[in-house]
């Protein structure tokens, strides 16, 4: 035990949390369209994990043949708010179960993958392209500053998106379909806007994850939606226990990003303490079980007699003194 302790280079986890942070706010991207399906519009929705890696095909593509780097994100989210669209014309004109609908996009996505790049996979020069997003590790802090910023701009956006006129419609259908159809909503459309504006996040998180890491894959959206869904339940509980109180979309949204990076975080420190990568979607599974579980025990104990006994007591007993 002393030697494995002894094994563990501080500086090498200090070295590597900046590149956590990095791409905890590009997922955080990916968490943000995740969270405007599962928790705005109550779908769910899997055509993301195909969608991810279409966004990271078209902008490694579209560099190799000498387009600006960032113009492809712009061509990414496009294709994104395409396969949405797919996912959403499926489930409201088909009447294809929402999760059965995505799990066919994403059939259909990794496919089309392949077409776009010809193979699995295809890597850029990253010394011979001008990118902003980079894993260089001299560059990083600026890669830090340029999606805090971007981010921020992102989460403004949508936050005014959902103020609107639609957006208030989109947050209707989400919260009661019935009622919503019933005050003139037309829900299909809210719901094939909400899954194509999220898989169009997605895949420009997808194209930015690319840009960072200098290719793209065929298989690089496996288990996004676990992820996504580990940022924002994380996220949220963050959220709660500061808070314990209702707060404006504009706050869930920025601890969706920050439930984003503390996912990323504590990746870098469990590779820092040598666990096995293999065992990595094992573990993110094991965190979002109990972080999905913790306000469900925490609502449970609160609601339950003999937690109302013992403040009963409390109270009493305080009375009395």
Not at 7 to 21: K, M, V
Not at 158 to 184: K, P, Q
């Amino acid at each position: 035990m002393a030697s494995y302790f002894a094994s563990l280079n501080f500086e090498a986890l200090l070295r590597a949390c900046p590149g956590g942070i990095a791409q905890g706010l590009i997922w955080g991207i990916m968490a943000l369209g995740v969270y405007f399906t599962f928790r705005i519009l109550d779908l769910a929705d899997l055509s993301v994990d195909g969608s991810f890696a279409t966004g990271g095909a078209v902008s490694i593509m579209l560099i190799l043949n000498g387009w600006n780097p960032e113009l492809t994100l712009i061509i990414a989210f496009i294709a994104g708010l395409l396969a949405g669209a797919i996912t959403g014309f499926l489930h409201t004109k088909l009447g294809i179960p929402a999760i059965l609908a995505g799990i066919l996009t994403q059939i259909a996505l990794y496919s089309i993958n392949l077409n776009i790049m010809g193979k699995a996979n295809q890597a850029i020069n990253v010394g011979q392209t001008s990118l902003r997003i980079t894993s260089n590790v001299d560059l990083i802090w600026r890669t830090i500053l340029i999606m805090f910023i971007g981010v921020i701009i992102l989460m403004g956006l949508l936050y005014r998106f959902l103020g609107i006129e639609i957006g208030c419609a989109f947050r209707a259908t989400g919260n009661n379909d019935v009622m919503s159809r019933s005050l003139g909503i037309n829900t299909d459309h809210m719901k094939l806007l909400g899954l194509a504006l999220s898989n169009g996040l997605v895949a420009m998180s997808g194209g930015l994850l690319a840009q960072y890491q200098g290719f793209a894959d065929v298989n690089m959206g496996r288990g996004a939606i676990v992820i996504g869904l580990a940022a924002v339940v994380i996220g949220e509980v963050i959220c709660e226990a500061i808070y314990h109180r209702q707060v404006s979309y504009f706050h869930r949204l920025s601890f969706i990003v920050i439930g984003s990076i503390v996912y990323y975080l504590v990746y870098v420190l469990v590779l820092w303490l040598k666990f096995p990568a293999n065992d990595m979607k094992l573990l993110t599974a094991v965190v979002v079980a109990i972080f999905l579980a913790v306000p469900y025990l925490k609502n449970k104990r609160t609601n339950s007699f003999r937690y109302a006994g013992n403040m009963a007591k409390k109270m009493e007993n305080g009375g009395e003194e």
